[in-house]
């Protein structure tokens, strides 16, 4: 026969049993443990977050010694102490504008080609290329870019100028079609968010707009030199904002690839084969099913590619000629970036240039961090598949 | 077929009862038809491709050579691309709809965008190749240094000794630095955790895409300006290993995302302190990964130039000292040369970018390769072992075969 356990009346004061604390805070070795990771990994942010506080530290004085016109002034003339940084930044902009429009269609079709069109042996293979292109150092870019592209790109911009120059606008036609170029712009964007409409009409605003965007192209291509001559001065076409974004492409459309082929590759299978189980040509799939699902990866790759395009030194300092003036001319000789301006200066500045030139380099910093953050924004979503309803 | 017919008719079909089965014969006077092909293209697709491309060929020899002006290998190709498509559009609408068409055209852009960025990849490692040679193929290029050779003396004399031991010092020490803080900041970001950790993790992919010339910028601003100290090439390894950390703590904290968490908790669940569970199971375990992400590093701060420009300046002679004066490395002799515009130095430059850009690809093919998938097929090792061992035998067998038959010759 079993007994069963009694309560015994006697010892009846004894507290019930509660579970025991468990606590999540090392103790012990563990603690060491603990502590030694985070002061490594709080020296690292340190180190790495420390170059913008430095940076924006040291531009106190550039600001207190040539205030705000620090940004608006285009020269940088240190015999007369006039320095600013509006030409390296147009400069900047403006290279990395020319690299973009050159690497964006590339590294989209490339990307297309690797995960649709490639046979599938060939495939890690022109993912590993892809890679490698990426890690080719930017000096190597540079001195491929300076003696193999550049006598070639100089022919390409004279070539250029001699068949758009006639397109050429002039004086009141020029300052009409910047104003149906506005006036277009404004109007589209007041409709779509004004008066929130959307669909086939806002093609015309728009369309308008990017008509008289198309018709002022030809000034990019204004040079200092005439074209038709019989011996054309091709010093006038080197060293140029456009050779220096052709080798600039070079660099960063690996990069923007490889972000896009990956966003692509995970476009889902199913959804591919139901657009050709319903009779979609290939180049119809690719349309309607692979470019939607990836439009988050093509824009965050571009973005990060922008973003490196700005930062990039050594091409622009081994192709450009240093010239401070703001201008849109991409095919005339001159130019200059941020990154190029600080490796070039460096050397010989003293005193209140040096801090100049880590201002510039603030400024730097704090661009290509606004784009690089918002790029990285827009990849992480685009792979959640929040874009694909 | 018949019965299920017959009920329509009407007349219910008596049942057909045989006795016996029947076995079915190969009835012979059918022809078998033959089985479309799902995977290829028709062939007429075929002939249209290739044949797109011969007459594209012969037009772009035609305008190129005979009608028009426009002499040179670069215009014959861009006529040659534009002809194909014009070929292959119209050679489609022949006997198919618009949408072939425009799939077709759409199949060439893309398939010549790719072939433009591969042969531009091409032109890059060829020509910086072939424009090398003739500085790479004199043995002292690599032997001597550049003290006491002037630019004008010819490729017989000096070499980049002292660039190859520059770069190979500053990323020693760059290595050094970064290895450890790098894999201690990934354990830290996966290992202990917390909203710091996130903290430091959106910092430092951050930095990944810094701009090299700002992490030179950095040390500039703290190791010259701040504590006083000559250029060098330590600040050289030091604005190296700014760039660098942030790329191995980012591979590597990706490489320890993807450890297994039952090992962890194995290695936890036997009583061994985190320590020990870090250091004996979840390093050992991401060991080929980590060697990746160091050697990744490896090769993108081999290349940095704009950094190395700013905080160690060239000198022409063997300096192995990190501490004073300064030391030339592989990326600023090659900018060096460049701007030099003496032929000769070109020439040297180029064999150095030669060097730098073989030793990148044999830093990115060892990268890969250890961190290919596990795969079922045996190493190369065990194959050419297994392939050595199998001829063997088979040697050792004729030798066994052969054998009784000597001694037959000799018995008789």
Request: charged share 10%.
């Given at each position: 026969?079993?007994?069963?356990?009694?309560?015994?009346?006697?010892?009846?004061?004894?507290?019930?049993?509660?579970?025991?604390?468990?606590?999540?805070?090392?103790?012990?070795?563990?603690?060491?443990?603990?502590?030694?990771?985070?002061?490594?990994?709080?020296?690292?942010?340190?180190?790495?977050?420390?170059?913008?506080?430095?940076?924006?530290?040291?531009?106190?004085?550039?600001?207190?010694?040539?205030?705000?016109?620090?940004?608006?002034?285009?020269?940088?003339?240190?015999?007369?102490?006039?320095?600013?940084?509006?030409?390296?930044?147009?400069?900047?902009?403006?290279?990395?504008?020319?690299?973009l429009?050159?690497a964006f269609?590339?590294a989209v079709?490339?990307?297309?080609?690797?995960?649709?069109?490639?046979?599938?042996?060939?495939?890690?293979?022109?993912?590993?290329?892809?890679?490698?292109?990426?890690?080719?150092?930017?000096?190597?870019?540079?001195?491929?870019?300076?003696?193999?592209?550049?006598?070639?790109?100089?022919?390409?911009?004279?070539?250029?100028?001699?068949?758009?120059?006639?397109?050429?606008?002039?004086?009141?036609?020029?300052?009409?079609?910047?104003?149906?170029?506005?006036?277009?712009?404004?109007?589209?964007?007041?409709?779509?968010?004004?008066?929130?409409?959307?669909?086939?009409?806002?093609?015309?605003?728009?369309?308008?707009?990017?008509?008289?965007?198309?018709?002022?192209?030809?000034?990019?291509?204004?040079?200092?030199?005439?074209?038709?001559?019989?011996?054309?001065?091709?010093?006038?076409?080197?060293?140029?904002?456009?050779?220096?974004?052709?080798?600039?492409?070079?660099?960063v459309?690996?990069m923007a690839c490889?972000v896009i082929?990956?966003?692509?590759?995970?476009?889902?299978?199913?959804?591919?084969?139901?657009?050709?189980?319903?009779?979609?040509?290939?180049?119809?799939?690719?349309?309607?099913?692979?470019?939607?699902?990836?439009?988050?990866g093509v824009i965050g790759g571009t973005m990060l590619a922008l973003g490196?395009a700005?930062?990039?030194?050594?091409?622009?300092?081994?192709?450009?000629?240093?010239?401070?003036?703001?201008?849109?001319?991409?095919?005339?000789?001159?130019?200059?970036?941020?990154?190029?301006?600080?490796?070039?200066?460096?050397?010989?500045?003293?005193?209140?240039?040096?801090?100049?030139?880590?201002?510039?380099?603030?400024?730097?910093?704090?661009?290509?961090?606004?784009v690089?953050?918002?790029a990285?924004?827009v990849v992480?979503?685009?792979?959640?598949?929040?874009?694909?309803? | 077929?018949?019965?299920?017919?017959?009920?329509?008719?009407?007349?219910?079909?008596?049942?057909?009862?045989?006795?016996?089965?029947?076995?079915?014969?190969?009835?012979?006077?059918?022809?078998?038809?033959?089985?479309?092909?799902?995977?290829?293209?028709?062939?007429?697709?075929?002939?249209?491709?290739?044949?797109?491309?011969?007459?594209?060929?012969?037009?772009?020899?035609?305008?190129?050579?005979?009608?028009?002006?426009?002499?040179?290998?670069?215009?014959?190709?861009?006529?040659?691309?534009?002809?194909?498509?014009?070929?292959?559009?119209?050679?489609?609408?022949?006997?198919?709809?618009?949408?072939?068409?425009?799939?077709?055209?759409?199949?060439?852009?893309?398939?010549?965008?790719?072939?433009?960025?591969?042969?531009?990849?091409?032109?890059?490692?060829?020509?910086?190749?072939?424009?090398?040679?003739?500085?790479?193929?004199?043995?002292?290029?690599?032997?001597?240094?550049?003290?006491?050779?002037?630019?004008?003396?010819?490729?017989?004399?000096?070499?980049?000794?002292?660039?190859?031991?520059?770069?190979?010092?500053?990323?020693?020490?760059?290595?050094?630095?970064?290895?450890?803080?790098?894999?201690?900041?990934?354990?830290?970001?996966?290992?202990?955790?917390?909203?710091?950790?996130?903290?430091?993790?959106?910092?430092?992919?951050?930095?990944?895409?810094?701009?090299?010339?700002?992490?030179?910028?950095?040390?500039?601003?703290?190791?010259?300006?701040?504590?006083?100290?000559?250029?060098?090439?330590?600040?050289?390894?030091?604005?190296?290993?700014?760039?660098?950390?942030?790329?191995?703590?980012?591979?590597?904290?990706?490489?320890?995302?993807?450890?297994?968490?039952?090992?962890?908790?194995?290695?936890?669940?036997?009583?061994?302190?985190?320590?020990?569970?870090?250091?004996?199971?979840?390093?050992?375990?991401?060991?080929?990964?980590?060697?990746?992400?160091?050697?990744?590093?490896?090769?993108?701060?081999?290349?940095?130039?704009?950094?190395?420009?700013?905080?160690?300046?060239?000198?022409?002679?063997?300096?192995?000292?990190?501490?004073?004066?300064?030391?030339?490395?592989?990326?600023?002799?090659?900018?060096?040369?460049?701007?030099?515009?003496?032929?000769?130095?070109?020439?040297?430059?180029?064999?150095?970018?030669?060097?730098?850009?073989?030793?990148?690809?044999?830093?990115?093919?060892?990268?890969?390769?250890?961190?290919?998938?596990?795969?079922?097929?045996?190493?190369?090792?065990?194959?050419?072992?297994?392939?050595?061992?199998?001829?063997?035998?088979?040697?050792?067998?004729?030798?066994?075969?052969?054998?009784?038959?000597?001694?037959?010759?000799?018995?008789?």
């Amino acid at each position: 026969m079993t007994t069963l356990p009694l309560s015994d009346p006697a010892s009846g004061a004894q507290p019930p049993a509660t579970p025991r604390r468990i606590s999540r805070t090392p103790t012990g070795g563990d603690a060491v443990f603990a502590h030694t990771f985070r002061v490594i990994g709080a020296s690292v942010l340190a180190v790495t977050g420390g170059i913008g506080v430095f940076l924006a530290y040291q531009s106190v004085p550039t600001l207190r010694h040539y205030g705000l016109s620090f940004f608006t002034e285009h020269q940088w003339d240190i015999g007369h102490d006039v320095l600013g940084i509006a030409a390296v930044l147009s400069g900047t902009v403006l290279i990395a504008l020319v690299a973009l429009v050159i690497a964006f269609p590339l590294a989209v079709a490339t990307a297309i080609y690797i995960t649709e069109y490639a046979p599938p042996r060939m495939r890690s293979t022109l993912v590993a290329a892809t890679d490698l292109m990426a890690a080719i150092p930017s000096v190597v870019y540079g001195l491929w870019g300076v003696f193999l592209v550049m006598p070639h790109a100089a022919f390409f911009s004279l070539f250029v100028q001699r068949t758009f120059l006639p397109l050429l606008l002039h004086g009141t036609a020029r300052t009409i079609v910047i104003l149906v170029m506005v006036v277009g712009l404004i109007a589209g964007l007041g409709m779509r968010f004004g008066m929130r409409i959307t669909g086939r009409l806002l093609w015309i605003p728009f369309g308008i707009a990017a008509a008289a965007a198309v018709s002022l192209l030809p000034l990019l291509t204004v040079v200092d030199a005439d074209p038709n001559a019989a011996v054309p001065d091709m010093t006038r076409y080197t060293k140029s904002a456009f050779i220096a974004g052709v080798v600039v492409a070079m660099m960063v459309m690996p990069m923007a690839c490889s972000v896009i082929r990956q966003v692509f590759s995970q476009t889902p299978e199913g959804e591919k084969e139901g657009a050709l189980a319903l009779g979609a040509t290939k180049s119809g799939m690719v349309r309607t099913v692979v470019l939607p699902f990836g439009r988050g990866g093509v824009i965050g790759g571009t973005m990060l590619a922008l973003g490196r395009a700005l930062g990039e030194t050594m091409a622009v300092v081994m192709i450009v000629s240093p010239d401070f003036v703001i201008k849109g001319r991409i095919f005339e000789i001159g130019s200059q970036s941020v990154a190029s301006l600080i490796a070039s200066q460096f050397a010989e500045a003293q005193g209140i240039q040096v801090s100049a030139l880590l201002t510039a380099g603030f400024v730097l910093f704090v661009l290509t961090l606004i784009v690089n953050t918002l790029a990285a924004i827009v990849v992480s979503r685009s792979r959640s598949g929040a874009d694909t309803a | 077929m018949t019965a299920l017919l017959d009920p329509i008719d009407g007349t219910p079909a008596a049942p057909v009862r045989q006795i016996s089965t029947a076995l079915p014969t190969k009835d012979t006077s059918v022809r078998p038809v033959p089985r479309a092909t799902l995977g290829g293209l028709p062939l007429e697709n075929h002939f249209l491709t290739w044949g797109a491309r011969f007459a594209a060929l012969a037009m772009a020899w035609i305008i190129t050579q005979r009608l028009l002006p426009w002499h040179g290998p670069g215009w014959f190709v861009v006529v040659f691309a534009l002809c194909n498509v014009l070929l292959l559009a119209v050679g489609t609408a022949v006997f198919d709809t618009n949408v072939a068409v425009s799939d077709r055209v759409a199949q060439w852009t893309v398939s010549s965008a790719a072939v433009f960025v591969y042969v531009a990849l091409g032109s890059v490692i060829v020509y910086v190749l072939h424009k090398g040679w003739p500085a790479l193929h004199h043995a002292n290029f690599f032997t001597h240094d550049m003290s006491g050779v002037s630019s004008k003396d010819p490729l017989t004399q000096g070499g980049i000794t002292h660039a190859i031991a520059g770069s190979a010092v500053q990323l020693g020490i760059a290595s050094a630095i970064s290895l450890p803080l790098g894999i201690g900041t990934a354990v830290f970001m996966n290992e202990v955790g917390g909203t710091f950790a996130k903290i430091v993790r959106t910092v430092v992919e951050a930095m990944t895409a810094l701009p090299d010339i700002l992490a030179g910028l950095f040390i500039y601003t703290v190791w010259i300006i701040a504590f006083g100290l000559p250029k060098s090439g330590l600040a050289a390894a030091l604005a190296i290993s700014v760039m660098m950390l942030p790329i191995i703590a980012r591979t590597s904290d990706v490489v320890l995302r993807v450890v297994p968490g039952t090992l962890r908790e194995a290695s936890l669940a036997l009583g061994a302190s985190r320590w020990a569970t870090v250091w004996n199971v979840v390093l050992p375990t991401a060991r080929s990964g980590l060697g990746t992400a160091l050697i990744l590093a490896i090769a993108r701060g081999v290349g940095e130039t704009a950094p190395v420009l700013i905080t160690s300046g060239n000198s022409p002679f063997l300096h192995l000292n990190p501490g004073s004066g300064v030391m030339s490395s592989l990326p600023l002799f090659i900018f060096d040369g460049a701007r030099s515009g003496e032929d000769l130095q070109v020439q040297r430059a180029f064999g150095a970018a030669a060097v730098l850009l073989v030793l990148v690809v044999a830093l990115f093919a060892t990268a890969r390769y250890l961190a290919r998938p596990a795969s079922n097929k045996p190493s190369l090792l065990r194959r050419l072992r297994h392939a050595l061992a199998g001829s063997l035998r088979s040697v050792r067998s004729t030798v066994a075969r052969r054998t009784p038959s000597v001694t037959a010759e000799e018995a008789s």
